[in-house]
């Protein structure tokens, strides 16, 4: 396992449908609590952690301040594009 690497409870990226089981922090040993940020390592979108450990949409007004709004997160998706492989 990767360090600061959790399984969490078994979730579908909503974007493509991607089974999720692992969950890794950008700057945190913690868990992923409802309402963090999420980044599907199969599709490179965003999502958001629910209260019952699923993953939804972001809305419109998340997607501007807390994806767009949020450097932690553009860095996050910058990297993923330079590792995933193609
Ligand atoms: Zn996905």
Not at 29 to 46: L, Y
Not at 63 to 85: F, M, P, S
């Amino acid at each position: 396992m990767i360090e600061g690497q959790h399984f969490v409870d078994r979730s579908v990226c909503p974007h493509c449908g991607t089974i999720h089981e692992k969950a890794t922090g950008m700057n945190t040993d913690q868990r992923p609590q409802a309402g963090d940020v999420t980044i599907c390592w199969e599709c490179g979108k965003v999502a958001f952690f629910t209260e019952d450990g699923r993953r939804r949409m972001p809305t419109d007004d998340e997607y501007r301040t807390k994806i767009l709004g949020d450097q932690r997160v553009l860095a996050a998706l910058a990297y993923w594009r330079r590792t995933k492989k193609r």
